[in-house]
């Protein structure tokens, strides 16, 4: 019997080698770019390689890149996504034309292992608990914005535990990100919580509150990541700080659970897109 060569049907063009997303000033779209591949080739930027995978069993994360002292940097990380584990997912609606839908995931648990150089460091199994952060959205943004994002997650007694909370960038549309999840289970939070912190002490701590009683948290910082980008009518500011949870929280269903040391983050940004 004879072969036929496959057609190829669509009239879009191929990719078979990595191409640049964006212009090299980062605010257009490559015209080189456009067209479809068989595996990821936009998501690779000044030598950082990047591929997040899900499938049923949870998220897998690789990375490669070079520091600026020339060592090799890579990393491999599962972020399991345990049966029945809930997450946060909520739409913002500033207005019809302006919103973003958040789905927000903490609490999972992560394994893995980061080199960098001749160093490795072992995440999660035997080298201790870790928990894997994930934050997914789309939307249409204003043009300015400001928000406080922050999250834990960690055991108590026989619960596993996370914190879900923001704020500033939701007042006023009725609905916001807040929520804890034990056990897998989530409860929403439906207040705007309140802050309390200095934008100019951010290794003071953080607390946070519930006005219905549900959640009380203080964070103590060990660590602030700083972003100072201002270019004309864009810009970038963020103070995020890395450090431990303590407080309590109280599910729909009546149970309090009291918490300490919880490894978490929490963060204000103030955006200009």
């Not at 067209?35 to 930027?45: C, I, K, N, Q, T």
């Not at 999972?108 to 608990?129: K, N, S």
């Amino acid at each position: 019997m004879g072969s036929c060569k496959p057609k190829v049907m669509t009239h879009e063009r191929e990719h078979t080698e990595p191409v640049d997303l964006c212009t090299s000033d980062g605010n257009a779209l490559n015209p080189d770019a456009r067209g479809w591949s068989r595996r990821p080739l936009h998501v690779e930027v000044d030598g950082l390689h990047l591929d997040l995978v899900d499938n049923e069993t949870g998220t897998r994360l690789v990375a490669s890149w070079t520091e600026t002292d020339g060592r090799a940097g890579r990393f491999d990380i599962a972020v399991a996504l345990p049966p029945g584990h809930e997450s946060l997912n909520v739409v913002i609606p500033w207005s019809d034309d302006v919103f973003n839908f958040t789905s927000k995931h903490q609490a999972r648990p992560a394994t893995g292992t980061l080199i960098v150089g001749d160093r490795t460091w072992r995440i999660g199994g035997d080298a201790g608990d870790a928990w894997g952060v994930l934050d997914v959205g789309r939307g249409r943004w204003p043009h300015e914005i400001t928000w406080n994002w922050g999250g834990a997650a960690g055991g108590s007694g026989a619960h596993v535990i996370g914190l879900q909370i923001g704020g500033k960038w939701t007042a006023g549309t009725g609905f916001t990100e807040n929520g804890v999840i034990v056990d897998g289970r989530l409860t929403k939070l439906g207040p705007e919580l309140v802050w309390e912190y200095r934008w100019d002490e951010p290794m003071e701590p953080w607390t946070v509150d519930d006005p219905g009683g549900q959640l009380h948290a203080v964070l103590t910082p060990r660590y602030d990541k700083v972003t100072d980008v201002d270019e004309q009518n864009l810009g970038s500011q963020v103070h995020q700080v890395f450090g431990t949870w303590t407080g309590h929280l109280t599910t729909d269903d009546g149970l309090r659970v009291e918490f300490e040391d919880l490894q978490g983050f929490a963060e204000e940004a103030r955006q200009r897109w």
